[in-house]
């Protein structure tokens, strides 16, 4: 077992720094640029605009009333399905090891990844809604397989070329639903969980390789609890997603608001330290300047990536399952949704750690803290506050616990969606059945080796969908300036809503009917 682990890590590397290396930062970031620049800054331009049509409408009942659309689920549910993929242990564990790696100025490049992630999301769920169409099942399918295939394979030469970078994206998605939607999540979890509440009679028993029996019984309980629910199709993880995801997010946020709170005099230091790291990182990242900035940026976009997912393509594929019909429309929810993971989430743990006394936002990390890669240090700073009877600790682990299973929940569709482009929908139950399984491997490998195999397959994914996203992006800045002019400068044009003009004509006699 071991030499296998160890011949796994060294071939995943090689892997890993191609993907993440100059060729892929500038591709993740260029197109996010191209995204923000050519639609006119639109996140911040329309800021009130898209705030108004997505968080400021929680309240209408179109937005969060189930439909009985089959295979649709409202905006409120795709955006908690989104979420509760992107909402996972990289808000946590993985803000975390981003600045044990890269020190406090990691999260200053976060938040870049961030800023231009929203455009970024923005396009891909336009390109998603305007592609998709139904299945054999009479559900809707969308995703970056199909605008590379119909889009980006209807260009001049390149009908190939956009089929072969589909199936090569679905490819990289089943991969990556388990690595970032399996075995890394579970990985935290089991971590978390252990330590949290440690059962020392099983707990200290091991099996093949030094695992703990412990926590192959934590992997089996997870197995168990995925299996119930993702078999159960869409409406199911749906639906446990609209529950889960608003309460976990907004007992985060209080409780790191409470921490915060009480370190209020180490507020401003902390923001220092961020900005200030960012361009001078501290000496415990090493190497010479020009590369301590890079290893914090890379630190930073790569972590931010994990977390919010921007550039992969993956939450199109359920945001396209919503009943809107507007691409502009679910486009925005794109937008918050990078918003509310990175921008809130993100930032709360990065100042938890930061403010509380955990992370010497001077000389950076002990040696115990580097060791175990910050898998805890969020655990230790709510500690630090609420320490009686370790309530801290384990209210990270119930909360790490809620993050990280409601990915592995997200992240069975997405897979199953790209199983479903290449072998079809009425296949898709074997796909479940094997993602499932796929659960158990996140208890028994190591935290160093999830992250990393999680890492590569994010950049396998990101690579072809990016490529779409670009060639296709003079479509994306037709649809927004077609909906910015009817519905923010009030012109009388046509909508533009689906590459199919059956749909096209059936949504605009609805849209101006229901006033959508």
């Known amino acids: 077992m071991e030499l296998f682990l160890e011949k796994l890590a060294s071939f995943n590397d090689s892997i890993n720094g191609f993907v993440w290396g100059w060729a892929g930062l500038i591709l993740l970031l260029g197109t996010g640029l191209v995204a923000t620049v050519f639609t006119k800054v639109f996140q911040i ?3 009130g605009h898209w705030w108004k049509n997505t968080i400021g409408s929680l309240f209408k ?7 009985k659309e089959k295979g649709a689920i409202s905006p409120f549910q795709a955006l908690c399905t989104a979420l509760a ?3 996972g242990t990289g808000n946590i564990a993985g803000v975390a090891a981003a600045i044990c790696v890269g020190g406090a100025g990691a999260v200053f490049w976060m938040w870049v ?3 231009l992630g929203m455009m970024t999301n923005y396009s891909e769920n336009v390109l998603g809604m305007y592609f998709r169409r139904r299945n054999a099942n009479g559900e809707w399918s969308g995703g970056a397989m199909y605008y590379l295939r119909d889009g980006l394979g209807a260009k001049k030469n390149c009908k190939w070329i956009g089929k072969i970078l589909a199936v090569l994206f679905c490819i990289f998605t089943m991969l990556a639903s388990f690595g970032i939607g399996s075995m890394g999540q579970v990985n935290k979890i089991v971590a978390n969980v252990a330590a949290a509440f440690d059962v020392k009679a099983i707990s200290s028993i091991e099996i093949f390789g030094g695992i703990s029996l412990y926590n192959l019984i934590l992997g089996l309980v997870v197995m168990l609890l995925t299996a119930l629910i993702t078999l159960g199709g869409l409406k199911r993880i749906a639906s446990v997603a609209e529950k889960i995801v608003p309460f976990m997010v907004v007992l985060f946020v209080a409780g790191s608001i409470v921490i915060i709170a009480i370190n209020y005099q180490n507020v401003l230091p902390a923001f220092k330290a961020i900005f200030v790291n960012a361009f001078k990182p501290q000496s415990f990242v090493g190497g010479t300047l020009g590369a301590a900035i890079m290893l914090a940026a890379k630190q930073g976009f790569k972590r931010g990536v994990f977390s919010n997912e921007a550039g992969l393509g993956s939450s199109v594929m359920v945001h396209s399952n919503s009943n809107i019909k507007e691409p502009v429309k679910q486009g925005m929810w794109g937008i918050f949704e990078v918003f509310a993971d990175t921008m809130v989430v993100c930032t709360m743990t990065a100042l938890v750690i930061l403010t509380s006394g955990v992370f010497d936002i001077t000389a950076g990390p002990t040696e ?5 890669e910050g898998a805890t240090l969020v655990a230790d700073a709510f500690n630090s506050v609420f320490g009686w009877g370790d309530i801290g600790q384990r209210f990270i682990a ?3 616990f809620l993050f990280a299973f409601t990915t592995v ?7 199953s969606k790209a199983w479903e482009y290449l072998f079809g929908a009425k296949t898709t139950i074997i796909f479940k059945i094997i993602h499932v399984c796929t659960v158990i491997f996140g208890a028994i490998l190591t935290s160093s080796l999830a992250w990393d195999i999680s890492d590569t397959f994010n950049g396998l994914m990101m690579m072809p969908n990016l490529v779409g996203v670009l060639v296709m992006f003079p479509l994306v800045v037709k649809i927004t300036n077609n909906y910015v002019g009817r519905k923010i400068k009030g012109k009388e044009i046509s909508p533009i809503v ?3 003009k059956n749909i096209e004509e059936a949504y605009a006699e609805e849209i101006a009917n229901d006033g959508e």
């Open 113 to 115: 990844a961030a800023f």
């Open 45 to 47: 331009s329309h800021l």
């Open 61 to 67: 009942k179109d937005v969060i009333g189930h439909t």
């Open 368 to 372: 115990a803290v580097k060791a175990n």
């Open 398 to 400: 119930i909360a790490m």
């Open 85 to 87: 993929a992107t909402v």
């Open 409 to 415: 929940l997200g992240w069975s569709h997405y897979g």
């Open 498 to 500: 689906s590459y199919d």
